[in-house]
């Protein structure tokens, strides 16, 4: 058991203490207990002001540390603080970087390839599918996907990572025993499954507050090379996620849409602002100077194993067509159609988007 960690926690149970004052108890005092243990005119000497001094007073009173550091154990929670080697040295960048994550899962040293993607929380079939390419490509690339496990373009970002066996990290604007919202457990649980990590800088018990997302933003594009935002409106939060990563000098990516589209408008104001417009996964490489890893994107033709998915696969294309343009395209039954598509996309040699819409992968 790390000792620092027990009073790390203990002193995060105080709300008010971030980043900064964290640092002052840091410079202070020789280790975390032993600020624990001090007295006030010690706190006041660290440069804490009198009512942050008497709320930790306060907190002193109604916590046992080492109880509280049980209920972490028990959930497999671990802890990683900022003054440890292993901290993410992205992170550690920014300026006012937390000193103190809690994780379920696990945070690997190739987790600093990592791209973020964000967007909207109702998002369109283009959306969808945009989404669904480049994460795909990322992970072949052996990159890092890392987003908010929002409803909408987060979530869909986690799954596709999951499905194509790739890592990601899911950041939480509440404490990490509380996977919000609730519909994403299913998401959160198959990241646990070996796929990477759900990380939070609050408490266990911590609700999701309105004015915990933008502090929750701000880990998402510090832990990320770069910032893909795909679909969102003006006022989305993943506009203040891009809004971090220019803070953080981190590249911001904007995926281009309809000007007709409401939840186009974020990256296409992005655009005009000078955000780099993505159309691929290829183009986020190259910008981070990572063109080397393209080479891990499967490019290989797509071939079908009989005669009848061969006419299937050779009039698809990238953009969708319905299941009955398909079958009068081709000539071929309708259920022989059915029945190869169904095949082909359980072989992964086709993408069904829903409404019997159809797409070559890739």
Known sequence: MNKEHIYFNAFNQVGQIGSVRFRKLLNHFPDMETAWRAPMGEY???GLEEPIVQKILEIKTQIEPEAEFEKL???AVTLLTYPEESYPK??????????????LGTIQAKDEMAVAVVGSRKFSQYG????????????????????GLALGIDALAHRTA???DGRTVAVL???????????????????????????????LGTPPLKHHFPHRNRIISGLSLGTVVIEAALDSGALITAQHALEQNRQVFAVPGSIYNPASAGPNNLLKMGAKPVTAATDILEDLNLGHLQQELLTEEIVGDNEDEQKILAILTRVPQH??????LVSLPAATVAASLTIM????????LGANQYIKPR
């Open 44 to 46: 006041l000497r660290a």
């Open 345 to 352: 996309e359980m072989k992964g040699k086709v993408r069904n």
């Open 73 to 75: 154990l028990k959930k």
């Open 173 to 203: 604007a509440c404490g990490i025993d509380s996977i919000y919202p609730a519909n994403n457990r299913v998401i959160a649980d198959k990241i646990l499954q070996g796929h990477g990590a759900i990380i939070s800088e609050f408490p």
């Open 90 to 103: 992205l992170l550690k960048e920014i300026p006012n970087p937390p000193m103190i994550l809690y994780i």
């Open 162 to 164: 999951v499905e194509f």
């Open 128 to 147: 969808q599918q945009v989404t669904q390419d480049i994460v795909r490509d990322l992970v072949r690339a052996n990159i890092t996907v890392v987003s």
């Open 323 to 328: 299941f009955d343009q398909i079958t009068q």
